[in-house]
């Protein structure tokens, strides 16, 4: 069966472009979360759709972040003018309905480095 | 800052040991937390949750301790085993989203 996809796995870019992550996550799943992590650290929340709409996108650190979930299933964190802080893998999950579940799937995580 | 934290950043246990991990939250008010596992360069893997009203609860080789007169938590592994070496963190789960501690990093030693 298939699990929550992010791709790419690895991407490195020069400071100031513009990134796109994307997350294919489980069938059926209508919360999707992202979240960032730092070497030696948990993960940070970003974002959170239930279903088309972020219910809660507090954690996205500045405006330069931005996501979107068009048709309710993948989803695609996009980076603009990206900084050398924003290195960190970004970890995506879903879950079946996001609310009082801890039970959450993660991908493997899109790695990003900005040089 | 954080809503919950763990005592230690690494935790070293024989092959055959039992493991004991715990965290400790700040937020008197949090009434369901989790646990995850994650092996290195993966995303983490939910392991066993736990809500207020309850003080323990028990899945496979792995039960969670609940102590809210002291707002701490324990995730005891039984007879551990060297897949069980990853970074294991406690998360406060609130009504959606999963806030995540630094985790602590458990090495199992054959």
């Known amino acids: 069966g298939a699990g929550v996809s992010q791709t790419p796995s690895n991407k490195v870019t020069e400071k100031g472009k513009y990134v796109e992550l994307r997350c294919d996550p489980i069938?059926?799943?209508?919360?999707l979360y992202w979240y960032r992590q730092s070497l030696g650290q948990g993960p940070e929340f970003l974002i959170y759709?239930?279903?088309?709409?972020?219910?809660?996108d507090s954690g996205l650190p500045n405006d330069r972040f931005f996501a979107v979930r068009p048709e309710g299933s993948v989803s695609t964190l996009k980076i603009q003018r990206t900084e050398r802080g924003d290195s960190a893998v970004y970890l995506c999950?879903?879950?079946?309905?996001?609310?009082?579940?801890?039970?959450?799937?993660f991908g493997e995580g899109s790695r990003l480095t900005v040089l | 800052g954080e809503s919950v934290g763990l005592h230690l950043p690494t935790l070293s246990v024989q092959e055959g040991d039992n493991s004991i991990i715990n965290c400790a939250y700040s937020n008197s008010a949090s009434d369901y937390f989790i646990w995850y596992k994650q092996e290195s360069g993966k995303g983490p893997q939910f392991i066993i949750d736990i809500r207020s009203n309850m003080d323990k609860r028990q899945g496979q080789r792995v039960t969670v301790l609940l102590n809210k007169t002291v707002k701490h938590l324990s995730l005891q592994i039984a007879a551990t085993q060297p897949g069980d070496s990853a970074v294991y963190f406690c998360a406060e789960g609130g009504s959606y989203i999963p806030t995540f501690g630094r985790g602590t990093s458990l090495i199992v030693h054959p």
């Open positions: 999950a879903s879950s079946l309905s996001g609310r009082n579940t801890g039970e959450l799937y």
């Open positions: 759709f239930q279903g088309t709409g972020a219910a809660d």
């Open positions: 069938s059926g799943h209508t919360a």
